[in-house]
């Protein structure tokens, strides 16, 4: 089964800040994969598929890039709502689905 | 806007037969999605359980394919799951969720199970 790595698991930052969370895959995925963002007691929300795709009403300081192994989601000024954790997913159909372990982006 | 809503015993005993539905409304359920199902122990990550397509077989994560099963009833417009026999380890919130091939757009809110005697 592919896994998938995220890097770091947990990130400090402040409000303005640019900030990167990485994600790895144990083989290549293609583009298949997308980003959500999870606030506490809440369910995920989507961000981005096809690894660099906005999804409709998501704001545009959230960008993402990669394919194959190596993707990246990026948060260009950090904004108070943004401190959440954020999972990357493999969503290849031809295999299971498999999440990332999160990175927790606190203040 | 689709909304979906789980529903089920929120307490189940060990080695029984853990048993979750999910509502669709504000769409069809026959529509060309993959109706599917995740859960979280608490403080913990995602884990993928699997999903159904609207006119195909299930698919499921391969770790926890021996005890589940996840079914759809279109008549009733909602879909489910579940889980045989259960351990204290199945204790999490689930969540139901739609997939459009694209990664999951739509989810329920969650519902608590909680594995105890």
């Known amino acids: 089964d592919i896994q998938m790595t995220q890097s770091p698991s947990t990130l400090s930052a402040s409000v303005g800040d640019r900030v990167t969370i990485t994600c790895r895959a144990s083989q290549s995925i293609n583009i298949w994969l997308a980003w959500y963002q999870q606030k506490p007691g809440k369910a995920p929300k989507l961000l981005i598929y096809?690894?660099?795709t906005l999804e409709s009403g998501v704001p545009s300081r959230f960008s993402a890039s990669g394919s194959g192994t190596e993707f990246s989601l990026t948060i260009s000024s950090l904004q108070p709502d943004d401190f959440a954790t954020y999972y990357c997913q493999k969503y290849s159909p031809y295999s299971p689905y498999t999440f990332g372990q999160g990175t927790k982006l606190e203040i | 806007q689709v909304q979906l809503q789980e529903s089920g015993p929120g307490l189940v005993k060990p080695s029984q037969t853990l048993s979750l539905t999910c509502t669709v409304s504000g769409g069809s359920i026959s529509e060309r999605y993959y109706w599917s199902w995740i859960r979280q122990p608490a403080g913990k990550g995602l884990e993928w359980i699997g999903r159904?397509?609207?006119?195909?077989?299930?698919d499921y994560n391969p770790a926890l394919k021996s005890r589940v099963t996840i079914s759809l009833d279109m008549s009733k417009s909602h879909f489910s799951l579940k889980v045989s026999p259960v351990t204290a380890a199945d204790t999490a919130v689930y969540y139901c969720a739609r997939d459009g091939g694209f990664g999951i757009d739509h989810w329920g809110q969650g519902t608590l199970v909680t594995v105890s005697s």
């Open positions: 096809e690894a660099s």
């Open positions: 159904i397509y609207t006119t195909g077989s299930p």
